[in-house]
């Protein structure tokens, strides 16, 4: 046996505990032979159990960093597969338009050729644009008439088409896209069903390290203890690099760390889980196996190595408790600064508490320092001064700021992590961080989507605007300095964020964009991003004007007002370009627009001027109900044999 399977400590106490015949033996019949010392020769064979048991867990527990790499592997395999047959399919598809139409653009050049449907019903409600709205009466209704259109029920438009392909895999895809509704009295939002499969995978692959060959006999309890802190620190590093802003798994697989978000939560819960199991598993060591030779809990618990457990316990489980969203809608500013020192508190206590989990811990601390220190504070932040612009309502200002660009080696600088001088795509976002406004700000950075448009390779200075809708604490405090201030010095650590909306767009024939309330910020960089790649397809390919791509821009807004974040000269010039813009009458004054009539109705029009078998491409951007009804409406679509795709663009904590 390997003396080094558990520390000096606690293995002696074991070996001496096992050893030691218990006292309610020497009451009745001898229930273990003992040596001539007195000590039970039964003890070293149970001794012996435990660390047989200890060694098999840390050799299995190896393969999971091999079935971890194996899953990058794959997705990074799928994502550029995917990302080189949409290729194909692109060039394919302007290449037989090029063959089958070699007719001149005409007005294509200047973005006006394309097709405009000026009309598109409006129906009663069926989303909402402010979260908070997501618990308003009108919306319960919304959501009953949303149901009765979802894959169980009827579809969700009249078009009719014939199916594609075989009928159970269409349901099976329009199963994956639906999302069902919030878990009631709670009101949680529950994520599409193909993301629940791929979590409780996760989940799944969690509890398989955690109970294989484990018994779970009181004589064998501290071997599952063991198993459930190896399975926790050997988690450590994959935790972190889920959270980490900074990291190679967008590159690889194409999603960033918002995506990932929803993993490192769940991973989380499931971490602290795992070390309530392992706290619980030693209280039992020492009563079934400890107590009985004479130690007790006190001087159990002032064991060096299991005062240290229970620190990393505690930081662990307020980092849990602190996590929640209750938590981080009210104390936000609160939430970011615990969740960095009980982090660096934690893998401090963890790597002291246990050897073998300081190889796991450094790596975790490595990913996390390199994010905060080497990228967010030392290579990516840039300080520029911007305006402030209070709109009417008092609540939402417009921050617009000149960024100068850098075009020498900006592709390298990009992929490398070089900050905002290099540029940013559609639906990207960065950390604010405004030293004026208090103290306390000096070192928060607050997340806020791009809302202009991407910049050009030959600019040399990119206009850059956020929309900032006052809620508490650094928004609101931001909306009161706005009142009275005109510009501000700040700080930008960024940008952040996938391109798979974009891409998604631009590889369909049709697009859908749905943005709800500020989710504007998201949609307006994006359409513009699908014109300019579309318009510069066309004027290189001399597509006529019959054959360009079909755009719908459905804007939905609380109050009309809001219409000013951008101007109804800018929207007007989203007309002028060829796209079909709708903004329905503020849900404030007329409830919630019915998405999926607005949509079906679109797409019979596009269907009359176009192929029924051309991809369509949708991208919701705002509440949870908005982005729900969209989802919904696409997985119906699926279910009739529509070739549609779904991006939901939503930033959460």
Known sequence: ????????????????????????????????????????LEGDKRFKKLIDGIHFSQKFILSYQLVLIGLLFLFTALHWGSRLRASRRRRNAVKGRYEGDRTTVGNAADGKGAVVVECVSRGSSSSSTTLQEDLDPKYQDSERRLDEQSLLLPKASSTKVPPRGWTMTNKIRAWLVYQPRPIPIINKTLPSNGTTLVVLAFIGLQIFYTFFKTSLSLSMLFVFADRTSLVFVANLPLLYFFAAKNQPIKLLTGYSYESLNIFHRRLGEVMCLLALLHSGGMIGVWYTILQPAGITLIKFLLIKMILLGIGAFVAYEMLYFTSLGSFRQRWYELFLGVHVVLQVAALVLVWFHHRRSRWYVGVALAIFLIDRLVYRISV???????????????????LRAPVPTQQKHKWVKSILGAGITTGWKATEHVFLTVPSLARKH??????????????TTDEKEANMELIIRAQDGFSGDLVCYADCHDTVAIRLDGPYGSQT??????????????????GIAVAWPLVWSVLDRTGMQDLERSISPATTKKILFVWIIRERSHISWLGEERLEELRARGVTLMTPAPTSDHGHPDIANIIGEWINDVDDQSSSRDKIGMVASGPDGMNRAVRNVCASLLREGRDVSVEVEKFGW
Request: hydrophobic share 45%; proline share 8%; no cysteine.
């Open 442 to 455: 000096i070192i928060q950075a607050h997340p806020f989507t791009i809302a202009s448009k991407a910049p």
């Open 1 to 40: 046996m390997d003396p080094k399977a558990l520390p000096s400590e606690v293995q002696i106490l074991l070996r001496n505990a096992l050893r030691a015949p218990s006292v309610s033996s020497f009451a009745s019949a001898p229930l273990h032979s003992t040596d001539k010392d007195g000590f039970a």
């Open 501 to 518: 909306a974009v891409e998604l767009l631009q590889d369909s024939e049709h697009a859908v964009i749905v943005a709800g309330g500020s």
């Open 380 to 398: 990516k932040p840039t300080t520029v001064r911007a305006s402030l612009e209070l709109q009417d309502d008092k609540k939402t200002v417009i």
